[in-house]
């Protein structure tokens, strides 16, 4: 067993936190690309069921194992999701796109147990807030966007079921997700300010350039025409730093104990 206190995983957290994570079932939400970097919104992996048996497709008599668990004694009654276990990892992996299920090596399973850490670490900070629950309406909205992730619906129920992830499962882990979707909107999208100052300066800076770069010959739109996209790129912007900033301090601060490295 070992424990990570504080700065755990410091000099790994930056390289791989976000190197992993599949897209948001809501494409058109401010915090997308937040969200696609924490495997979040989507599509991050957070099981209520840590025990579930894992798929035998896998290996022979494959028993499920705790992996890890995130503030197991700081967080009052925090059931499931202080733990985290070998079926998250591989639920992790078989929700994102143009993942390989055959024999995940090392690094894929650590790249899966970092991102759900992290989720871990927000939803716990989420469920303080009962005002963001997600409506069933919600959790089918974002069930519907993921199936649309995957070449089909055959495949996208082919691999949950080679991982042993029922449908039940499946809304489980969708309505975690919308909840840190919303938990993250609420906490950093709503204090974002971006100036005029700032919009003109990426339109010449960077909007211009890249758009001269990419298509030689097009019309350039004006600053008045770009504004709202470049605004909405650079609330963005300051929402991934705001969450880095937010999950480090996290870290800093959290339990973290490894029981089964993988």
């Not at 990892?89 to 650590?110: E, G, I, R």
């Not at 970092?114 to 989420?126: F, G, H, K, S």
């Not at 800076?205 to 004006?222: C, E, N, S, W």
Request: glycine letters at 4%; proline letters at 7%.
């Amino acid at each position: 067993m070992k424990v990570f206190r504080n700065s755990a995983m410091r000099d790994a957290k930056r390289k791989s936190r976000f190197s992993v994570f599949p897209l948001s079932p809501f494409p058109f939400s401010p915090i997308t690309r937040v969200c696609r970097r924490l495997g979040l919104l989507l599509f991050i992996t957070l099981s209520p069921f840590p025990f579930s048996p894992v798929a035998p497709c896998f290996a022979q008599g494959v028993v499920d194992k705790m992996v890890e668990t995130v503030n197991a004694g700081v967080v009052p009654e925090c059931r499931q999701i202080c733990l985290i276990t070998y079926s998250d990892l591989l639920w992790q992996l078989a929700l994102q796109p143009n993942t390989s299920l055959d024999n995940p090596s090392s690094v894929d399973l650590n790249g899966a147990l970092r991102l759900v850490t992290d989720q871990r670490l927000i939803l716990q900070e989420a469920e303080k807030l009962p005002s963001i629950a997600p409506t069933a309406e919600e959790v089918k909205g974002a069930r519907d966007e993921m199936v649309k992730m995957f070449p089909s619906p055959t495949e996208f129920y082919e691999r949950l079921q080679r991982v042993g992830l029922t449908a039940d499962k499946l809304d489980q882990i969708l309505e975690q997700r919308v909840r840190i979707e919303k938990y993250l909107d609420f906490r950093f999208r709503n204090f974002v300010v971006i100036t005029q100052k700032e919009i003109a300066d990426y339109y010449k800076d960077v909007y211009v350039p890249r758009l001269r770069a990419r298509a030689p010959g097009q019309i350039v739109p004006t600053l008045e025409e770009a504004r709202n996209e470049i605004e909405r790129t650079l609330t963005e912007g300051k929402i991934e730093s705001d969450t880095d900033a937010f999950l480090d301090n996290a870290r800093e601060r959290a339990e973290i104990v490894v029981l089964n490295p993988v």
